[in-house]
């Protein structure tokens, strides 16, 4: 017997969960749409929601990060950090990004920088092997190249990673579209240390959360690594962060 969606009883509701970002979430009735067909499918309308919430969530992927160079190499939905971020930034998400090895992640040329995150994605480096509440995985700029991560997309998540040395920032969030973002959790922190600019900015971003992350320490948290300037810049009106 075949199912679908009735209108009536889609309800959306948005919940308030902690100071800075939003949940939404929606219930579904479903009923015989075979009795149904004649009532709901003449509206194109309709069915163009119910084809947009399928593509939505269809489109997101799981991708693995198995390898520690630096190129955009990879097969399938495996590959460099690199080769994932490509991946991701290609369809509408949420994707997420996990690991499978650990170690350090040199970015040793200007070719080498990474995509900036354009898609609705999560970097999860706690699920690297002997990850235990300290960063396994290493971003290292050394002192040369860019920002560790720059993001512009909304929704995106940052996990258990060290990021350090880079030229510019540790993590880069920019522009209006970037909001609803979370930089580290408890137990899953973010290392943000030795970049030569800022340690995070948010740039006209709203609605994010940073927090359980050690910015201007190494992982034990107890030597000095600071940033070259403020460890968190906030710019251009980035509200209830």
């Given at each position: 017997?075949?199912?679908?969606?009735?209108?009536?009883?889609?309800?959306?509701?948005?919940?308030?969960?902690?100071?800075?970002?939003?949940?939404?979430?929606?219930?579904?009735?479903?009923?015989?749409?075979?009795?149904?067909?004649k009532?709901?499918?003449?509206?194109?309308?309709?069915?163009?929601?119910?084809?947009?919430?399928?593509?939505?969530?269809?489109?997101?992927?799981?991708?693995?990060?198995?390898?520690?160079?630096?190129?955009?190499?990879?097969?399938?939905?495996?590959?460099?950090?690199?080769?994932?971020i490509?991946?991701?930034?290609?369809?509408?998400?949420p994707?997420t990004?996990?690991?499978?090895?650990?170690?350090?992640?040199a970015?040793?040329?200007?070719?080498?920088?990474?995509?900036?995150?354009?898609?609705?994605?999560?970097?999860?480096?706690?699920?690297?092997?002997?990850?235990?509440?300290?960063?396994?995985?290493?971003?290292?700029?050394?002192?040369?190249?860019?920002n560790?991560?720059?993001?512009?997309?909304?929704?995106?998540?940052?996990?258990?990673?060290?990021?350090?040395?880079?030229?510019?920032?540790?993590?880069?969030?920019?522009?209006?579209?970037?909001?609803?973002?979370?930089?580290?959790?408890?137990?899953?922190?973010?290392?943000?240390?030795?970049?030569?600019?800022?340690?995070?900015?948010?740039?006209?971003?709203?609605?994010?959360?940073?927090?359980?992350?050690?910015?201007?320490?190494?992982?034990?948290?107890?030597?000095?690594?600071?940033?070259?300037?403020?460890?968190?810049?906030?710019?251009?009106?980035?509200?209830?962060?």
């Amino acid at each position: 017997m075949a199912f679908g969606l009735a209108r009536s009883n889609c309800i959306s509701k948005v919940l308030m969960q902690g100071a800075g970002y939003l949940h939404t979430y929606s219930k579904f009735r479903l009923y015989n749409t075979t009795a149904m067909k004649k009532a709901f499918y003449p509206n194109p309308f309709y069915a163009l929601v119910i084809s947009l919430f399928i593509s939505y969530h269809a489109g997101a992927t799981v991708y693995d990060v198995n390898s520690l160079a630096t190129t955009n190499t990879g097969i399938g939905n495996s590959g460099t950090l690199y080769y994932c971020i490509t991946k991701a930034n290609q369809s509408t998400g949420p994707h997420t990004i996990n690991f499978s090895i650990a170690g350090t992640i040199a970015i040793s040329t200007s070719g080498s920088v990474l995509p900036v995150l354009t898609k609705q994605i999560i970097i999860n480096a706690t699920t690297a092997p002997g990850y235990a509440g300290i960063p396994v995985i290493l971003l290292e700029g050394n002192g040369n190249y860019g920002n560790g991560l720059e993001i512009t997309a909304g929704g995106c998540e940052i996990y258990g990673l060290e990021i350090a040395s880079f030229s510019g920032r540790g993590i880069y969030i920019h522009g209006s579209t970037a909001g609803d973002f979370k930089i580290g959790a408890a137990g899953k922190g973010n290392v943000i240390r030795d970049n030569n600019y800022y340690g995070i900015t948010v740039d006209a971003a709203d609605n994010g959360v940073i927090a359980y992350n050690k910015v201007g320490t190494d992982a034990s948290g107890s030597n000095c690594a600071g940033n070259g300037y403020d460890g968190l810049d906030f710019q251009n009106a980035a509200d209830y962060n």
